[in-house]
């Protein structure tokens, strides 16, 4: 029995519709690695590493392309909506471990969605409210919102996704002009390109590249959210290769840029200190541009975000009651709009905790870690899967992009990487929720005598 069948006479929920296309796709890409990263993180990266801005993103770039690739031909061999969870799970059959692995990638989301709602209720908020509305509040109304948004079905979704990415792509798009401008008339410190905030040893340099790097890797996450949309999007095998390699290069390109163009104009202590790093750049350069409208631009960008996180981290709840991996009624879908209403409650609740307890940078550097222990397992599994055969056409990675990802992955997500511990007390605090989850599930499961697909397929 594979994965996806159930006993004869079981309950099954109804399927997720099919409406997103090839260019609906790429464009949700986009949008998804777009955001809060870039707008809200950038000074915070800056304060890791310093004038040397561009570098943590480059670095990003490639480990991103190299995780990637794994996920693509993965996506092509197995189109569920599951994803990690999935692929973990067909290649080493533990279903402790997959559990684990889908939790992880669930929170990864959920944090990074807080990081979006807090980034939404800082500086660029405050062009607007001079900070009179508490931050907190905001933060879980702006949450409760997006949620609200996502019951009404993932057309809806996904077309407010395409709104949001062009406006984000606006703002991107006024920054690296505000920096052309800059350089054609000689402003700004090209000098600060090459400055490193770490002294001393090379050890101490290391360090703060690759805690610049992790952190800055956040700002990269989003292409895995696409594959949990498997199974609502048209050929899927033929449609994802072109939209994730797309999107992962798009914005690999234009973060480098910004970040060049951020440290041409602005002093990276000046850029640490804002939650709204951009907008220190709009008005440190030169050209009369409203900062008020950008501000704008950019709560745009964050919503989306943070929309997109919420959308895949519920689908993900879906995929894992409809796998047995979460209790049957995290699966249950709201009639008439077929959407996963109890996994869009859940995880909306679980956001509003987190927005409730973590900063920006905490959020943040927390989505990197939970998704860099999470792709370092994928890129080993797509090597164990290639002895799994499938009937139909789909894309092979070259060996040496898995072994490389699953190597870059680990690095980053180890103590070489300085963060903050209160990252690695937020992520065991999470997957102590998860295992606790997990136990219930299994104890209950075990009371009526019942398997998951995953158990079953395993014995």
């Known amino acids: ?44 990266v800056a304060g890791k590493v310093g004038g040397a ?76 409210t001079e900070g009179a509305v508490p931050p907190t509040l905001v933060a879980i109304l702006f949450i409760l919102a997006l949620a609200a948004l996502n019951l009404r079905g993932v057309s809806e979704s996904v077309k407010t996704n395409v709104v949001l990415t062009l406006v984000e792509l606006t703002g991107l798009a006024i920054i690296l002009s505000i920096g052309a401008w800059a350089v054609l008339t000689g402003e700004g410190e090209p000098s600060r390109l090459g400055e490193f905030q770490a002294t001393g040893t090379g050890y101490a340099l290391l360090t703060s590249v690759l805690g610049a ?19 609502e999007t048209r050929d899927p095998a033929r449609t994802f290769p072109r939209a994730i390699f797309t999107g992962v290069a798009v914005t690999g390109t234009i973060y480098v840029l910004v970040a060049l163009v951020s440290s041409l104009l602005v002093d990276y202590r000046v850029l640490e200190e804002s939650s709204g790093p951009l907008l220190e750049v709009v008005k440190a350069g030169g050209v009369d541009f409203p900062p008020k409208l950008f501000a704008l631009i950019a709560l745009f960008a964050v919503t989306n975000s943070a929309l997109i996180n919420i959308m895949m981290a519920s689908r993900l709840c879906y995929g894992m009651a409809n796998e047995r991996i979460l209790p049957r009624a995290m699966g249950r879908v709201l009639a008439g709009r077929r959407t996963p209403v109890a996994g869009i409650v859940f995880v909306s609740l679980l956001a509003v905790g987190l927005v409730s307890t973590g900063e920006i940078e905490g959020l943040g550097d927390t989505t990197a870690f939970l998704l860099l222990c999470v792709f370092a397992v994928v890129n080993i599994a797509v090597l164990v899967l290639r002895r799994d055969r499938v009937d139909h056409p789909h894309f092979r990675t070259p060996t040496v992009l898995p072994v490389l990802g699953a190597i870059t992955a680990l690095i980053l997500a180890s103590p070489l990487a300085d963060r903050d511990a209160d990252v690695y007390i937020r992520a065991g605090v999470l997957l102590a929720i998860g295992i606790g989850l997990w136990a219930v599930n299994k104890l209950v499961m075990r009371a009526r005598g019942e398997e998951s697909p995953a158990e079953r397929e395993k014995s």
Not at 4 to 14: D, F, I, K, V
Not at 77 to 98: E, M
Request: aromatic content about 14%.
């Open 1 to 44: 029995m594979t994965t996806t069948e159930q006993p004869a006479g079981a309950h099954r929920e109804p399927p997720l519709k099919r409406v997103i296309g090839p260019k609906l796709l790429v464009l949700f890409v986009i949008g998804d690695i777009l955001g809060t990263g870039i707008y809200a993180t950038t000074g915070n």
């Open 53 to 128: 801005l561009w570098l943590p993103f480059v670095i990003g770039f490639v480990v991103a392309i190299l995780t990637a690739a794994s996920y693509v031909e993965l996506v092509g061999k197995y189109p569920k909506a599951a994803g990690a969870a999935l692929y973990t799970q067909k290649a080493f059959k533990v279903p402790f471990l997959t559990f684990i692995v889908a939790f992880m990638v669930m929170c990864s989301g959920l944090s990074s969605a807080s990081a979006a709602a807090r980034a939404f209720s800082g500086d660029y908020l405050s062009e607007f």
């Open 213 to 231: 790097t992790a952190l800055g890797f956040f700002a990269f996450v989003g292409f895995e959210d696409s594959v949990n949309m498997a199974e």
